[in-house]
């Protein structure tokens, strides 16, 4: 049985997704990944103050994609934030063609963005997510791997592993994301049976995205060894290694109490890293493709490397 | 700087390799692997009874693989048993003309192996191991990611990102392992810069493995969430969900103390699971290839399977 293209399926020219970064994918960065073929994906918490508004922040980055493009977009909805069933009901108001899930179950909100027009595809960790998200009548799923940066999959499963049986298990297309940044990964996720890749990291390190420096600079600097993956026990996340980071998975091997590793953790971790550049205390995801990452370049550059390898 | 092929480097038709499994790379195996034109590789623990001779069988070994082809064929070193420095010793009595080495410093063996005329590949699973592994002057390094089955190595790099960074770091031609078990694998292996392939996993479901067969069943059961990784803070390794392998992760996520650990593993788990067909009490390691993998398959057939793909 063939399935739709991811071409096909988005309007885009290459099979190219940019992730939903929460604080980071702006109407700006959405729009230089679309503008150079690819999908943009916009998150209703980007470019927004600590305390803010994501509705009206997402009615806003929405408004200026539509001034900064005309190709599609996205928008990224986390299915587990409070406000997620408010944002997907204010989506429904704007003319929105794409929409990425995420982080619960797709069963929600598939029917009725599809009642809107809107084109759904899930983030799944595993097979049997996958097989669910299809059910679901989820119009293609994003396969993400145990190297991506920030929550991965409680399954931990490498894409090298995970892609192709995902291929196996469900008709509609499979997207591959995670440890992906130049053509080799986006060659290799196709030979392994993916229809499009999404790449994090590598837009994270883009002139566009407003991501502090130094969070860019410790991408760059991250090497092949550069990350940790902490939380296990409750939501695994990617990081890269630094005090923080690396306290917290000495916590967690010694055995502390989930009570004093949450008091540890506390609040605004990943917003202190990535908006505010404080690489010692706070969280800066980054997947193990950062180790590939060896200059911040414009998004459409990226692109270009990807695809004309 | 162009580098030998793994073809040309080892005399065979087919740039894949069949991993050196401890008790199971047995001569028939390995003979198996070489006359479809691959590179089988010969263990000196395999079908030894549990308090064998190592030095002995690896002799044995050698002489029953001479009468079962006439193609080239190695032997696997893992160089942090007691008895490494003895069997390489022996191993340049042998005719041998290709070794692989493992877990442990290149350093040690490359020179002399090299002085008698045998290559060398040496496993690794990260870009500074792979490094200092090409400044040993092994001819080749296997890289290793963290999906692989067995013991993987403590930067749980997977193989999307690990191949391609240590492609980037060294000459010498690199062979992917962990987590391929069919054509797609190899494309994307070979997409990701390697220059050959290992399988293990894969082999194990051979029909000409000495495995216990309902080891070989329980990899063909496993699915994609079918495997678990425990022992991280020594070495770490992944087996298939057991019984045993799932108390031993719960102890270790409870913080059990290192002695306690110790003395619940005990001695000859692997042993048990892969040769008598313990799967409850055993320790049956596996990769979460096992999830691709749903037939016991002649050698031949499986390196037909990747390679015409």
Chains 1, 2 share one sequence.
């Not at 506390?266 to 997947?287: E, F, P, S, V």
Request: hydrophobic share 45%.
């Amino acid at each position: 049985m063939t399935s739709k293209s991811i071409c096909d399926l988005f309007g885009v020219r290459y099979p190219v997704l940019q992730g939903g970064m929460l604080w980071l994918a702006t109407a700006e960065l959405a729009a230089a990944v679309s503008n150079a073929g690819g999908l943009g994906i916009i998150s209703p918490y980007a470019g927004m103050k600590e305390n803010g508004h994501p509705i009206r922040n997402l009615h806003l980055q929405i408004d200026r994609a539509r001034n900064l493009t005309n190709k599609p977009y996205g928008v990224n909805i986390p299915l587990d934030l409070h406000a997620s069933g408010l944002l997907i009901d204010s989506l429904l108001k704007e003319n929105i063609k794409i929409v990425i899930t995420a982080a619960g179950d797709p069963r929600l909100y598939t029917e009725l963005l599809h009642s809107a027009g809107i084109c759904v595809a899930h983030v799944i960790s595993s097979v049997s997510q996958a097989r669910h998200a299809e059910s679901c009548k989820v119009d293609a799923v994003i396969a993400e791997g145990f190297e991506a940066g920030g929550r991965i999959g409680r399954e931990e499963l490498p894409l090298f592993s995970l892609l192709p049986q995902v291929v196996n298990a469900v008709y509609i297309p499979v997207i591959a994301a995670g440890g992906i940044a130049d053509g080799r990964g986006f060659a290799a996720a196709l030979a392994l049976g993916a229809g499009g890749v999404q790449l994090g990291t590598r837009f994270v390190a883009s002139e566009e995205c407003i991501a502090h420096h130094n969070y860019k600079q410790a991408i760059l600097d991250a090497g092949d060894s550069g990350t940790v993956v902490t939380r296990r026990s409750s939501i695994p996340i990617r990081s890269l290694k630094s005090d923080f980071s690396m306290k917290l998975a000495a916590m967690e091997n010694s055995g502390a109490s989930g009570e004093s590793i949450g008091k540890f953790i506390g609040r605004g971790r990943a917003r202190k890293a990535q908006i505010d550049g404080d690489m010692t205390d706070g969280d800066a995801y980054a997947g193990c493709s950062a180790g590939l990452i060896k200059e911040i370049l414009p998004a459409a550059v990226i692109i270009e490397i990807l695809v004309k390898a």
